[in-house]
């Protein structure tokens, strides 16, 4: 079946430190890809997404591509804030039976520092 | 201008009990999702449910769950006669029309604690 798999956490930086979170995914077809971030105590957001091979998703400085051959969707960011400080989610769509049934990654937590 | 709201926000129950967990969707929005983060695990779908119908439920337990998206008031999940395993994050998101890729918004979840 479809699944997701990403980094496990914490991830601590320091401000202004470059962020990569790693996520690989497994699906039949061709599958949209996102992020979502959840700041404490609030749900869920979705932060970008990429529907096809080779699309960049961006959004608030944070980039990811989705790569086809080697099924991958890493979240980057130049340099990160103390505001940044959330748990990231990779997630895809496998776009079978349509609405919106999205496989989830585990989370990554991501902490900055001062 | 509200978001997806989910109440309780945490919610313990002893083995055998009942619970019933709400989420009223964004203004506008008829379609609700309800997923389930067991812990060290990802969110997995349950339930995908529009007003009055449910149009997937092919995540959902065969046993002992069930959820419901009336004409009026909040969407439902109840589970009855809680077990341990059952101890999980809800979450529910809603979103305006039904298709691929349409955008969620997500509520903060109910956390469910079985003692």
């Known amino acids: 079946g479809d699944s997701v798999t990403q980094m496990e956490g914490p991830v601590t930086l320091s401000e202004e430190a470059f962020l990569t979170i790693n996520c690989t995914y497994t699906a039949t077809g061709y599958p949209s890809l996102f992020w979502y971030v959840q700041y404490p105590g609030e749900g869920l957001q979705l932060l970008l997404k990429a529907t096809k091979a080779d699309d960049k998703g961006s959004n608030k400085g944070f980039e990811a591509t989705y790569r086809k051959e080697t099924t991958s969707f890493h979240l980057e960011k130049g340099s990160v804030q103390v505001s940044d400080s959330a748990v990231y989610f990779c997630?895809?769509?496998?776009?079978?039976?349509?609405?919106?049934?999205?496989?989830f990654g585990t989370g990554t937590q991501l902490k900055v520092e001062l | 201008n509200a978001g997806v709201m989910q109440n309780p926000r945490h919610l313990v129950r002893r083995r055998g009990q009942e619970a019933r967990l709400r989420c009223s969707p964004m203004?506008?929005?008829?379609?609700v999702y309800w997923y389930r983060q067991l812990p060290e695990e990802g969110l997995k779908f349950m339930v995908y449910?529009?007003?009055?119908?449910?149009?997937?439920e092919s995540g959902m337990p065969k046993e002992r769950f069930s959820a419901e998206f009336p004409k009026e008031g909040p969407s439902i999940l109840r589970i009855q006669q809680v077990v341990r395993g059952d101890s999980a994050a809800y979450f529910c998101a809603s979103s305006t029309r039904q298709g691929t890729n349409e955008k969620l918004f997500f509520g903060s979840g109910t956390q469910l604690s079985v003692l």
């Open positions: 203004k506008g929005h008829s379609h």
């Open positions: 449910l529009q007003k009055e119908n449910i149009i997937d």
């Open positions: 997630a895809l769509n496998a776009l079978t039976g349509g609405g919106n049934k999205l496989t």
